[in-house]
């Protein structure tokens, strides 16, 4: 029980924070440095306890990897989803709809979009399992600032493409939201587990002696 409050806990603030930057964002705020730095502290604060996943698709990669058992997987995605809703809501109530007056017309097709989604979902999972996952990196103290910058990197490189979510349970705030089109939200969400899976596997072909 422990591990699924804990996912809930780091995935509803970074949620949270997503939402918040992002609905009607304040003069000033640069988005993608607060979204990767409360992952940063999340991650720090929950990964002796669940792994500090926070997210679907490091979920998938992990368990595919062979660091989890098979049967916490719908109940690490249940407690991300939930706490994905849950802050999608908490960010309504503070911010409100999203004032989309004055916005353009995207910029670009849904193939471009779920393409970088998918990059750098694929980067963040690589990541993930190379710095907390992987023998040769056993204890080291750098692997929450590594995928903190990584969601950083992806918020400022995609984010201006397709919203960097880059994380299913972030995803479905941002859908809930209002910032997803619905015909894009089941496209997200299969690129972003796509890419966990491939980041998975080349984990495994990359370290055939870490089992």
Known sequence: ???????????FFLVFTVGTCVVNPDAGVIAPVAIGSVLMVMVYAGAHISGGHYN??????VAIRGRMPALDVPLYFLAQIVAA????????????????????????????????????TFALAYVVLNVATAKATAGNSFYGLAIGFTVMVGAFVVGPISGGYLNPAVATGGFSLGLIPWGHYLAYVAAELSAGV??????????????
């Open 198 to 211: 491939l980041a998975a596997f080349v984990f495994r072909v990359l370290n055939p002696e870490d089992k």
């Open 56 to 61: 679907p698709a490091v979920t998938l990669a």
């Open 1 to 11: 029980m422990k591990k699924f409050i804990v996912e809930f806990i780091g995935t």
């Open 85 to 120: 809703l849950l802050a999608a809501g908490a960010s309504y109530y503070l911010k409100g709809d999203n004032d989309l007056a004055g916005a353009q017309p995207p910029a670009y097709v849904l193939a471009q979009v779920v393409f970088a989604e998918f990059l750098f």
